[in-house]
């Protein structure tokens, strides 16, 4: 193993002092026993015991919750088809359109999406609440799903789905039998991607949540105006805690599956 | 006992099992087959051959289904297929890549076609071991694509392809992942598994060598047109063009001007050189101009005037390429044509007399040039 040397010693320092700092603050913090956010006065739990006493709180996380899921599977439907239409359709009339405006939200302002997404549903008269939040990430992050998994099918060996259709399979039986195992792991990505876009999304969700339904974002966003309180510390660090599970275990996953996959393939060549 | 010999495309009551109509194939400006007819029979290995870009990949997709035909009829056993998705035709094909579906074992490879076909559990698991019989398999069965060789995998391809028992089996260069030892087992095996299964199999290679043993007939193909179709033999002895004779094997081309004389013609060639003669049933027509086609082999060498030959030249060695089993001799002519000559190293330990700059005499019989119009 070669051994650092000063310079890209303190260029990672730097770097991970940079994005961890503000992180570790407010973990830091979160186990504080005062009141006031910014005087440490001992160790305590204190404040994740009075969250879970917090009705408002648990309420808004549990529509987060609900929101995400059921935005995100939309999502990854409707983007899943999308990108599968766009890669495998051939060239029909208005593909490039088609596929230019599929990419429109990615780089849209948000504020400009929420708004629009506003006025439509008081237009249809549609009152503003779980399901408009869920339609409005559904509509914005789909594009996201389309954009990972279209990237798969690029490089998706295309004699694969001749070779089921070949083998006497239906178009769609081709697609569920051979297309979409294969592409598992991306249209699950597309799923995570679009769940966390969802979980911490303010902008749009401000514009087309109503009276009955807040989610977490805005909640913490509309209690810090009224003054930082530590109990938003030890939600932010619960959310924190949650996230890093996830991606540890993502990367542990797919590191170790793609280990036995070189071993395997080691394996075949002995043989 | 007297065995018959197997030439269906010379017994006018066959009925052929594949018929390509007057078939013309465009891509946007492109012709990559033109206005194309052929009968392929039953239990035929029928191999296309051709460079890369001669249309015989597109022949082999309009069979499968992957593309539509332009103009004309492509006939299965004598029902039009333009209207039969590939997923209905009793086709199979096996992919140049394989195209094994890698989340899936090698047993539900070869099992994907019959659950299809929504066959009963117990027909699925016999004829699985069957396949995976024949392809000497059953070791593999529970691993992955990944899991196994490349010549294992081009097994389970082809046992996949043939678990549904087509009428027609398509093979996209099936041999072209596998290296060169490899490659001849299991050309031999290919032959064998189609005698086995009496299955029609329609190979497409580039790979002449391939072409010429496994195939009962090959089609030479250029620029989407067939150029000649014959039995490997006559495909070699007797090309019908140019084209055919310079892309199959090794060959000796002089270009001279012909003239009827007997049974076949005379051919001038240079000046201040002999006049050659070529025994053939072809008419070249008044035109004078013809090439000769000489295979290397068929031309002897001698360090002495050999007595009563028809052709007879004389020149300089200028190289000599030794490649174990035979040596290839590059003979300079006095008018300035290189001539090949092989001869076959058929002992051990010989003396090998001639050397560079030596002067020899090329002879060769009057049957053993093909006299090709311009």
Redesign the interface.
Known sequence: MRRLTWFNATSLTLGFAFLYIPMLILIIFSFNASKLVMVWAGFSTRWYGELLQNEAFLSAAWTTLKVAVASSTIATVLGTMAAYVLIRGGRFWGRTLFSGMIYAPLVMPEVITGLSLLLLFIGIGLDRGVLTIVLAHTTFSMCFVSVVVSSRLVSFDRSLEEAALDLGSTPFEAFRLVTLPIIAPAVISGWLLAFTLSLDDLVIASFTSGPSATTLPIKIFSSIRLGVSPEINALSTILILIVTIGVLTASLVSKRSSLKMQADERAAVRN | MAQTVFEPWNDPDQEPLIQFRNVTKRFGDFTAIDNLSLDIFEREFFALLGPSGCGKTTMMRML???EGVSEGAIYLSGKDIAPV????RA???M???Y?L???LSVWDNIA??LK??RLPKKAIGDRVSEMLQLTRLEKFAH??P????GG?RQRVALA??LA?APKLLLLDEPLGALDKKLRQDTQFELMDIQEKTGTTFVIVTHDQEEAMTVASRVAVMDEGRLIQVDTPAQIYESPNSLYVADFIGDVNIIEGHAKKSGDGYDITFAEGQPVLHAKTSRDLGSAGKCYLAIRPEKVTVSAEKPEGRTNLVKGTILDIAYLGNLSTYHVKLASGQIIKAQTANTRRIARRDLTWEDEVWLSWTETAAVVLEV
Not at chain 2, 85 to 88: A, R, Y
Not at chain 2, 146 to 149: E, G, M, P, R, V
């Open positions: 499968a289904g992957f998705p590939p997923n209905k086709v199979n094909m992919f140049q890549s195209a579906f890698p989340h994907f076609g299809r076909d691993r992955k990944h899991q196994i060789s294992q996949r392809s549904k």
